[in-house]
């Protein structure tokens, strides 16, 4: 979660959401989010709604399953209300911050209050993020128990000095033996890495990509490191102390990371995410590239219902104040027009393997397929088969591939 919240109309108290969250719910998918907001120390990257034990003023870590439980139950109650139909998480996904600074219990917790309020679908898809250093063998097994079968660490580099720089506190060292965990415990695990730190090198991200590999996760994510205005790291950039990776750097970057995943049998099916088959795709973040339903539950979090879309409070004392007034914590919301959902449409699912019907393109924009395909910027088979799906060069360029097909 950014750490600024989107311009939109004021949410009202009660939750309420217009009737047209309703129209077609139950076509949908549903989620659930669980935002835990807390880190041991800030990295000078993020730019995520995360605090240290320092910046809390007077919110408790101790309290806050509570307080999630509680928006949880109001969640079923509000959807309940709002006339949309009820329907099983078919995804649950616990991000941060760092959900497992928090004891598994309250982790538990969470994930139960879930269950009793919608219910989870038959195999649902149950993640925690995690760092390498923030959990053991006891953790993880209590989490698969309980219902978890996922856990996504944040690995971001193999290179001590990479990691230094990004101010990662984790020793490498320890993630082939946090994911051997983890696999005894019975959770898949993916890997997130981070490339285009600055001072890293091709060699230095190989070395990376190389041991990710080498732990077969069926699962990596691979992001491009966004020096976000604010962050310690943009400043020691701007004071001259670091040199920024230019584009061309960060496209060989991504180039190496596709071939290597390629060769070791990693599909991409996203543009930043790769899994070993379809089965471990990350289907809560297909979700949201798909437009479906989900409630994010905890300060700054967002939500989605039917092309309404709201955001909470960002502080957690603030947070925790609505809920203990029984307010709804939601800060400010909009409805999508139908405009304004097309182009999200064409955005997010372009980014995906699957890709768009071009028939369910606009004029101009199917018009573009035929120079999409001689820019060698989609595939020209997949074309033919009526969908777009981007090249690698597609995917190095993925936003100007939009634009064209939004083009009018």
């Known amino acids: 979660m950014g750490s600024a919240l989107p311009l939109g109309d004021p949410a009202p108290r009660d939750g309420l959401l217009p009737a047209s969250a309703a129209v077609g719910a139950a076509d949908r998918d549903f989620g659930v989010y669980l935002h835990v907001p807390f880190c041991r120390v800030r990295c000078g990257y993020c730019d995520f709604n995360t605090y240290t034990a320092t910046e809390l003023r007077g919110a408790s870590q101790h309290d806050y399953a509570g307080q999630a439980i509680s928006e949880v139950e109001a969640a079923g109650r509000i959807l309940d209300a709002s006339g949309v139909p009820a329907r099983q998480a078919a995804t649950v996904f616990f991000g941060g911050g760092t959900p497992t600074l928090l004891p598994a219990e309250h982790l538990i917790r969470m994930l139960d209050s879930v269950r009793s309020t919608w219910g989870l679908a038959a195999g649902a898809e149950v993640t925690t993020e995690a760092n390498p250093d923030s959990v053991d063998a006891d953790y993880l097994a209590r989490l698969a128990a309980a219902g978890f079968t996922r856990v996504s660490f944040g690995m971001q580099s193999a290179v001590p000095r990479v990691l230094a720089t990004l101010e990662r506190t984790h020793d490498p060292e320890k993630v082939p033996l946090v994911v051997e965990l983890a696999r005894a415990a019975g959770l898949d695990v993916s890997l997130d890495l981070i490339y285009g730190t600055p001072g890293e090198s091709l060699a230095d991200w190989r070395a990376s990509l190389e041991q990710a590999i080498g732990l077969a996760p069926t699962h990596i994510s691979a992001y491009s490191l966004i020096v976000e205005e604010g962050t310690r790291l943009a400043r020691q950039i701007k004071r001259g102390e670091l040199v920024p990776v230019d584009e061309d750097q960060q496209a060989e970057f991504y180039e190496l990371a596709d071939e290597l995943l390629a060769d070791a049998g990693y599909g ?141």
Do not use: C, F, M
């Open 268 to 408: 991409w099916y996203e543009v930043s995410n790769w899994a070993t088959d379809d089965a471990h795709r990350s289907r809560h973040n297909l979700a949201y590239w798909r437009s479906q339903d989900w409630w994010g539950v905890g300060p700054g979090a967002h939500s989605h219902v039917g092309g309404v879309r709201w955001w909470n409070v960002k502080h957690p004392s603030a947070y925790a104040d609505r809920i203990l007034a029984g307010d709804s914590p939601a800060a400010g919301r909009e409805t999508l027009d139908a405009a304004t959902r097309e182009v999200e449409r064409v955005l997010l699912l372009t980014r995906i393997r699957e890709g768009i019907p071009i028939a369910s393109l606009a004029e101009p924009g199917r018009h573009e397929v035929a120079g999409l395909i001689a820019d060698e910027l989609i595939d020209a088979k997949a074309a033919l088969s009526g969908s777009i799906e981007l090249t690698r060069r597609g995917r190095l360029l993925a936003d100007a591939v939009v634009r064209r097909l939004l083009s009018d």
